[in-house]
Each structure stands twice: as C-alpha cells, then as structure tokens.
C-alpha cells in the first residue's frame, strides 16, 4: 500500500528558489511559515503549544545544506513596509535558468504582536510559469495557507491546508491537488500533543484516492514523537513507507551538529546524515556541510559583505560513488 501513495513532500509548492539565501520579509515585517521566510515568533499565549507536525525534525533539518548549481544574481528592493519585489537570474544545467521576477506583501493588520494576518509571496518567469503561497491568519488560532504552481499555462500543483493551535496541541489538515472529474487528490490529517514540557507525541493519517490505485484508494498511518532537552532535540516518525530519526545539538555559540536516519520501505534503503552549521556572527559568515552514506560531500557558505548589502553564497557538492561535482555561486542584493 505504501508504494501507491505519494507523500506530501512531492507535491508541496515551491514559492522561493533555494538556491541561495531566499529573499527578506520588508523592514519590520515578521511573515508567517511561508517557505523562505523566517518563522512566526511564537505568541505567548501559546508558550506551551509544540507547533505543527511538518515542524517536529525543523531544528535538525536546518542544520543541513541546501546545496545548488550553477551561478545566480539577486536583487531585492522593499518598496515600503510591507511590499519588496526580487529579480533573479540564474545560469544552470540542473535547474531551471533564466530571469524571474518575485514579490513579497505583508499585510498591516496584526493578529499579535508579532504576526500579521495576511502574507503573500509569488515568483514569475517571462512565460508565464508562477509559484504562489499565502498564509492568512483568520484568529491567533486558526491559520489558512495555499500553495500553486502553474506550469505551461496550467495548474500544476495546488494545496490548501489549514492550522489550529490550542495551548498544547495542533492539529492540521492539507487537501492537495483535488479533483472531482477524476476522482483523484491526497487528505493529510495531522495532530501533535505536548504531553510534558519536554515531550510531544503526533500522529498523521494520509489518504490518496486516484484510479490508479488498486480498489481506488488507500490510507498511509504514521506516529511521531519528539523530545526537546536543554540543548538538543530528538525526534522521529514510524510509519508502514518506513521510518526517520533526528538528533539536533548545539554545541556552542558558534557550532550546531545533525545527526538523520532515513529508511524507506518503497526504496528499500536507509540513508544516514551528519551536518554541522558553524557561525561567526561577528564576521557575517555562516558555514554549513554534511556528509551521507550515499558517499555525497556538501558544503554551502554564506558571507555579507558589510557594510555593502551583499551577500555571497558559494556551494559543492560531491558523490564519490558517482564521481559526480556540482559547482554553485550566487549573490544577492539588498535586503
């Protein structure tokens, strides 16, 4: 059954290119989880709520690379204080190249202090092809977002989900890509608890229908759990497509370590990570690296240029089972 579903990673909307650091939300502006903007800060009114399940591994993941190719320019110009627009071109055999052209709004109104009601971000290339997100604030506890991706004049991937937080639970719910002519689409249902300070425990119930599944539909069961210490994370998901652990620490001010398992049913194999992120706030340098058992080196660093608004990234990556290297530079400007 594993083997007929797709899981929600694969149809998630991209909105911002990862190739280098993504574009700044405009000065004071704090946006909400769009993919390229910072985090929410977290509203005291939920101190005690654990986040969203997609969430749970976000301290050790962040610790990896995102590794790219080729070369890429970035202009960004916030036009007031809640609008900014981006123009990017890249230059790649890999990736997409090309001009594109994004934009940023967050709305005025606040729901907090600290999280505005409506954010909005988009990318465009000369032909037409977009990618989208939003999120909407409806109260300080229900939140909307969606996702699309129009390709070649049509609706390639869209998402709609929705988040709502109580003081120590959240529970989640994404319809992707539904359609009643074909019968086709994915739920995802998720639900995280704090039991303690320290302990969350979530579920995730997945259910695909499409003709192309044998009896037209079927339904994907996992667990999670996490547990937050004083300087580390562990967390880790079981379900019948395989199972993942994660252990994040912070050594230091300077230095962070990751540490992921991956096993997947579908693919029969297990992938295990170890990435490091070393900081040197006072030199606007930040160094990230990992190294897998698919015999894959990656290292990616950051460095402003002060006092100019520059920001330069250069990224390799290595597979020696392969004999595979990837290049990549980009800079970006303003913001």
């Not at 037409?128 to 977002?145: D, I, M, R, Y």
């Not at 709502?164 to 890509?177: F, H, L, M, P, Y």
């Not at 979530?202 to 547990?227: D, H, N, V």
């Not at 606007?284 to 290292?299: I, P, Q, R």
């Amino acid at each position: 059954m594993g083997n007929n579903i797709a899981t929600l990673k694969t149809v998630k909307c991209e909105a911002v290119d990862p190739t280098i650091v993504p574009p700044p939300p405009p000065p004071g502006a704090v946006p909400g989880d769009v993919e390229g903007a910072p985090a929410v800060v977290q509203n005291p009114k939920f101190k005690d709520n654990p986040g969203t399940l997609e969430e749970l591994h976000k301290k050790c993941k962040e610790v990896f690379p995102q590794p790219f190719e080729g070369a890429k320019v970035m202009i960004n110009k916030g036009l007031n204080q809640g609008f900014q627009v981006s123009h990017s071109i890249t230059l790649s055999s890999i990736t997409p190249s090309g001009y594109r052209f994004g934009a940023t709004y967050v709305g005025t109104q606040m729901v907090s202090a600290t999280e505005p009601a409506l954010v909005l971000m988009g990318e465009m290339d000369p032909s037409g092809n977009l990618n989208a997100q939003g999120v909407h604030f409806v109260n300080e506890s229900c939140k909307l977002k969606f996702g699309t991706q129009i390709l070649n004049s049509k609706f390639a991937t869209y998402q709609f989900s929705g988040d709502w937080r109580g003081k120590d639970w959240t529970g989640s719910v994404a319809v992707v890509n539904p359609n009643l002519f074909s019968n086709s689409g994915i739920a995802v249902f998720h639900y995280l608890q704090s039991i303690t300070s320290r302990i969350a425990l979530g579920a995730e119930l997945m259910y695909q229908q499409s003709p192309q599944i044998p009896g037209g539909a079927a339904t994907l069961l996992s667990g999670s759990a996490r547990f937050t210490g004083d300087s580390s994370v562990w967390s880790g998901y079981y379900g019948s497509n395989g199972f993942g652990l994660c252990y994040y620490r912070r050594l230091n001010e300077e230095l962070q370590v990751g540490v992921e398992v991956e096993n997947s049913y579908q693919h029969q194999q297990t992938v295990a990570s170890l990435g490091y992120q070393f900081d040197i706030p006072k030199a606007n340098f930040v160094m990230k690296a990992m190294v897998d058992t698919n015999w894959t080196v990656t290292g990616v660093f950051e460095k402003r240029l002060n006092p100019m608004p520059f920001t330069f990234a250069l990224c390799g990556s290595l597979n020696h089972a392969k004999n595979q290297f990837r290049l990549g530079c980009g800079l970006t400007i303003g913001g």
